[in-house]
């Protein structure tokens, strides 16, 4: 079964009408044997904020050392987004294996007119994965109210009701008491409710759930429960410290933390208590993990500011009570005129939503590309009553979010809002990667369609058509047709799944010359549908130039008129100087300082263009070293190499080290931990220094954790755009931001050795990409024992330099630069010359 077919079995369960109660999850469970039966769950339960408060959670839980399960709904772009391990998403393999699991099942019981929902076949799926990952703890985001809600199924070790107000009347109950009163049925046997739930709904939530931890802000008195006591948790909002982040402050009788949250307002600071107290009930969690867990709950489209020149903000409100609270929220920022682009679901009260907005000096009303979608001539209507002064309507999210942008000035903010969905659309702006692949011969080019989910028939028809330029991209299923078409009509082709029917995004693999790609995008150019930014994606991805009608003669690449780093000019030698007695390859070499300095002046006169110092090993089984033991190492080396004219990389995890070393003469952050500091990217942008950023699931290394991924390298680049994005939004330009694939880090040696050989598709990212291989476990599948890979290590330099790598990090300075330049001559001689008369 291919992906696209299973996803779409799931989603044609939304066929059916949901219904109250959890025995028709309870029975697809039976089926699959109970796998939550074994399983801690946390239920989150709330009108607003409980996904938020979800995904706060489980980071704290996880930086404190459990492995966790994450089930939120809904998804911004994929369908696996809302089951997430450890913060990755479902496998597409898991989605097949599960759905081919209970095919049969949901298909009789459809025949017998009891087939579970979409929402009930996605929360067995949910628990059936975390029961095979077996995780420490699950937590669950309720969808509709506490008491019949599929997720219900559970019997929870903690719970929380976030907030209560008036929605889903007909179904929950139409007072807010009620609808507490449904809510509070998450309430676990044998533990406290927690709830920022105030007035009359606690009383409510007290008559079912008895114990209650409240949260609150610390002046507001128990009225129901007629006590005159402050809440048991209290927090303080801080406001904004800067563009993307705001502090708070946790207090309880006998634990307090102050920290930074990345979302914005006085409900995000509740949110975050709630969380906090959920994650004291379920771990040994001390201040520092509550601290760092908080500030690294990134939760796309919840008041996500993408820029600020003009402000760009992105929130899926898509209720009045939330536009209220997102209308208070950006009160807080300073700007002149709002721009707003709305897009939502038809079933939604969108003239409340529009009144609790602020209003608007222009609206464009768009539609995301979901059959639930309201018209945008209604929605433009609905805004027009309320008064604002300019309002149009757009068909396209993406096309609305680019007029809007055109309209606003500088210091103007562009607001897209309305629903989730609208938000994912527009946020792709931000996060589109398109692939470019590697197709030498037919059998690459069978491979890359296979990838796809292209049919097996499909395959061998269009193998032979791909051995020009492919690249895959992912799009709507609309957008797919229509590229389809129109590269069919230049002479190209188009790959794409037979499932395509759902509102899942699918993979497109497109085929051609450059010519035919050129004649493709001059055809996209001001085409409405989002068809124009994948037309400029596209001409990016194979440096067609900037401007249409070139007939396919690829853009001048190497330096620019004011290179910033090696790396703009040529692919660059990163020279390794590790200043520690247990680093895996040369620990204890280098950690005298005379030693390190000997060491950094004999790699410059090789040829090495930037020195990369450490001051901590992430070997596997290496100890942590003390912040204040690592700034000891590395400052004075850093101090005295700093005058040797070439820049300066400090390798580090923690944000405090990079600084330190940044103020003694470093250039650029190594970060191999993939920013788990939530510091370090604001450290990098206030420096204005270079930023390399690694996927990486373990720094040290786990020795012997396997992880199932689909497709190593796609899997990869999705996790890194994601980490970019952060360093962006923390204000650092993309060219300062180089990416590391993590060879190595999470990955088996084949794995490490298909990174490699395809390591051109990280341009995808638009980002410099660094190669670290050397000396690495991975050369024993080639049979280099430690010890003996110099030659190995050289090669693959070799290949990485060959395949447009930016940069390579080694331990052997003088013959991995002689690959480098021998791999750079053989591409162009006459560009690539080092010549030593």
């Known amino acids: 079964m291919e992906y696209h077919e299973a996803a779409d079995f799931v989603f044609g369960l939304r066929r059916f009408r949901p219904k109250p109660g959890t025995e028709s999850t309870a029975r697809l469970l039976a089926s699959l044997e109970d796998p939550h039966e074994g399983i801690d769950c946390v239920q989150i339960a709330g ?43 479902i496998p597409r393999t898991a989605v097949c294996a599960y759905v081919e699991a209970v095919r049969d099942y949901v298909t009789d019981a459809a025949a017998d007119g009891s087939s579970p929902t979409f929402f009930e076949a996605m929360t067995a799926m949910a628990l059936w994965h975390f ?94 429960a007629g006590a005159d006591a402050s809440a048991d948790v209290r927090v303080t909002y801080g406001g904004l410290t800067n563009h993307t982040e705001a502090a708070v402050s946790i207090e309880a009788d006998d634990w307090s933390v102050e920290t930074k949250i990345p979302f914005p307002g006085a409900h995000q600071a509740t949110n975050a208590a709630i969380a906090a107290a959920l994650a004291r009930q379920l771990a040994d969690v001390d201040e520092a993990d509550l601290a760092r867990g908080l500030r690294n709950a990134h939760w796309p489209g919840r008041f996500e500011v993408m820029d600020t020149g003009p402000l760009v903000v992105l929130d899926g409100a898509h209720n009045p009570g939330a536009c209220e609270t997102l209308a208070g929220t950006l009160s807080s920022c300073d700007y002149d005129d709002l721009h707003v682009v709305f897009g939502a679901m038809h079933d939604k009260d969108h003239r409340e939503m529009a009144h609790a907005l602020p209003t608007p000096d222009s609206v464009v009303a768009c539609e995301p590309t979901l059959d639930r979608a309201e018209d945008r001539a209604v929605l433009e209507t609905v805004f027009a009553d309320v008064g604002v002064p300019d309002t149009e309507s757009v068909a396209a999210v993406s096309d609305a979010v680019e007029h809007a942008l055109e309209r606003a000035d500088e210091g103007d903010c562009v607001l897209v809002t309305g629903s989730l969905f609208a938000v994912a659309e527009a946020r792709s702006r931000w996060t589109r990667a398109d692939v470019p692949k590697r197709v030498r011969n037919l059998a690459d080019a069978r491979e ?35 590229l389809e078409a129109e590269l069919l009509r230049v002479g190209g ?63 001048e690449t190497g330096a620019g008129e004011n290179p910033q780093f090696p790396w703009d000019e040529h692919t660059a030698v990163m020279g390794i100087l590790n200043v520690t007695p247990d680093s895996f390859h040369d620990g204890g070499r280098y950690d005298a300082l005379e030693d390190a300095l000997t060491r950094a002046q004999a790699m410059v006169e090789a040829g090495v263009d930037v020195i990369d110092v450490g001051g901590e090993s992430t070997r596997p089984g290496a100890d942590p070293v003390p912040t204040d033991e690592e700034i000891d190492r590395v400052v004075p080396v850093i101090d005295r190499i700093a005058d040797l004219g070439i820049p300066i990389s400090i390798d580090t995890r923690k944000a405090a080290v990079a600084e330190a070393a940044l103020e003694a003469g470093a250039d650029v952050i190594n970060d191999v931990s993939g920013l788990e500091d939530p510091a370090m990217r604001f450290v990098a942008a206030e420096h204005d220094a270079g930023l390399i950023v690694m996927h990486s699931i373990d720094a040290p290394v786990v020795p012997g954790r396997e992880i199932d991924y689909d497709d190593v390298v796609e899997d990869v680049i999705d996790e890194l ?13 993309r060219e300062r931001i180089v990416v590391d694939p993590g060879i190595g880090f999470g990955k088996t040696a084949a794995e490490s050795f298909e990174l490699l050989g395809r390591i051109d598709e990280f341009n995808a990212l638009g980002c410099p990409v660094l190669v670290g291989h050397s000396q690495k476990s991975m050369y024993d599948h080639v049979g280099q024992p430690a010890g003996d890979r110099l030659e190995s290590t050289v090669a693959a330099t070799a290949i990485a330099a060959d395949r447009g790598a930016d940069v390579v990090r080694v331990h052997d300075v003088p013959e991995n630069v002689a690959a480098v330049r021998t791999a750079l001559a053989a591409s162009d001689p006459d560009q690539f010359s080092w010549r030593s008369d």
Do not use: W
Request: hydrophobic share 40%; glycine share 12%; with cysteine.
């Open 47 to 89: 009108s607003n904020g409980k996904g938020s408060t979800a995904r706060m959670l489980e980071r704290t839980l996880r930086e404190a050392g459990l492995s966790v399960g994450l089930y939120t709904s809904p998804h911004l772009e994929d369908l696996r987004e809302r089951i997430r391990v450890d913060g990755r998403k």
């Open 131 to 224: 029961d095979r990952e077996d995780v420490d703890v699950a937590v669950l985001e309720v969808g509709i109210g506490g008491k019949y809600d599929a997720t219900s199924v559970v019997s929870p070790v903690a719970s929380a009701v976030t907030s209560v107000t008036l929605e889903h009347t007909g179904i929950i109950g139409d007072t807010e008491e009620a609808i507490a009163r449904d809510k509070a049925h998450v309430a676990p046997d044998d533990a406290s409710l927690v709830t920022a739930v105030s007035g009359d709904p606690l009383e409510a939530v007290r008559e079912v759930a008895g114990d209650v931890v409240t949260v609150g802000d610390g002046s507001a008195k128990d009225a129901a």
């Open 448 to 482: 890359t369609l296979a990838g796809a989910s292209v049919a097996d028939g499909n395959v061998h028809r269009l193998g032979g058509d791909a051995v020009h330029r492919v690249v895959k991209v992912t799009v709507s299923p609309r957008q797919a047709d229509v």
């Open 493 to 555: 082709e188009c790959a794409l799944p037979d499932y395509r029917q759902g509102d899942e995004r699918v993979d497109a693999v497109l085929m051609g010359t450059l010519g035919q790609f050129d004649r493709l995008t001059t055809t996209l150019a001001g085409r409405s549908g989002g068809l124009e930014p994948i037309a400029r994606e596209l001409r990016e991805t194979l440096e067609l130039g900037g401007e249409s009608g070139s007939e396919g003669v690829p853009a």
């Open 721 to 733: 755009a994601e980490l970019v994005l952060l360093a962006e939004k923390a204000g650092l330009d």
